[in-house]
């Protein structure tokens, strides 16, 4: 989309934007889509592009026909002319490929992540090894050498109330002050 011609894309944005600033305009919604749907989810901006990257193979590999549950020739819902159909469609694409993707998340970047890991092209490089924490963790040397112990340099997820706040709805365990704890601290940050 990015090297369409800007005019034909220009046209189909509204409000009109400049004409040099098409790929800009893109480019920057992209980023901010994709900063929200890492906030969203409770991932960094890579693991989001991983899901994306995973959810647009699905759904261009998968053997469905375009037109689910439609058996009519006259429907638009695959030209998606009417915002009848748009709705329509987005829903059947949601339930179809989005939600399974979002359910299993955590597995899909598992997965991808091993692939990534053992392939043999890039798996065996010692700085994909560091990158992906799939070397031995060192031996634990004491307090006077933490700064030389690579377990303490490794990548951890942020933690901050709002992943908490998101693990916990997941999890949906029976914790009450937690659960008030959480309601607290959310009123507290807005």
Known sequence: MVVAPSLAIRSAIKPDI???????????????????ISSVLGKSVEDVLVLIHFLLEESVNSKTQARIEYESPEDDLCLLKKKESRETWEENFNKRFIAPVLEKSEEILNTVNNKIINDKRLGSDPLLQLLFETDK??????????????????????????????????????????????????????
């Open 18 to 36: 400049e004409k040099d600033n098409v790929l800009e305009f893109l480019l920057g919604h992209i980023e901010k889509d994709l900063k929200s």
């Open 137 to 190: 963790p060192a031996e634990i040397m004491g307090n006077n050498y933490l700064s030389e112990n690579p377990s303490v340099w490794q990548f951890r997820d942020r933690i901050s109330i709002k992943h908490l706040m998101q693990t916990f709805r997941k999890s949906q365990q029976n914790c009450p002050v937690l659960q008030e704890f959480l309601h607290y601290a959310s009123i507290n940050s807005s």
